[in-house]
Nanobody, 126 residues
Framework: QLRLVEYGGGLVQPGGSLRLSCAASGFTLAYYTIGWFRQAPGKEREGVSCVNSRGVGARYADSVKGRFTVSVGNAENTVYLQMNDLKPEDTATYYC???????????????????WGQGTQVTVSS
């Protein structure tokens, strides 16, 4: 069964860090791009980052550049999103999704992403 499961969300103070995991099952990461998206209450879902299975060509939304880092653990069939210097505006439900092909578009949109995880909540608050 094809499945993506996100882990690692939680409550953190501003300036803190979290690492999210996106565990893939039922398929291997090869030939796919994994995207990270987030949706805050009352807002549309937005692209945060994406990376291909080789861990190259990663893209980031301007709002997270320099603070978030995406990486791939092929042995674990998992993609990670390290989030540092978190801000209250990072509060959202974070989702990972897969899209066939090795290219991350410069603008991270939902186009082509056809398998989604259930999401994990990240709350940044003092």
């Amino acid at each position: 069964q094809l499945r993506l499961v996100e882990y690692g969300g939680g409550l953190v103070q501003p300036g803190g860090s979290l690492r999210l995991s996106c565990a893939a099952s039922g398929f291997t990461l090869a030939y796919y791009t994994i995207g990270w998206f987030r949706q805050a209450p009352g807002k549309e879902r937005e692209g945060v980052s994406c990376v291909n299975s080789r861990g190259v060509g990663a893209r980031y939304a301007d709002s997270v550049k320099g603070r978030f880092t995406v990486s791939v653990g092929n042995a674990e069939n998992t993609v990670y999103l390290q989030m540092n210097d978190l801000k209250p505006e990072d509060t959202a439900t974070y989702y990972c999704a897969r899209r066939r092909g090795p290219i991350c578009a410069s603008k991270i949109t939902e186009e082509g992403y056809n398998t989604w995880g259930q999401g994990t909540q990240v709350t940044v608050s003092s």
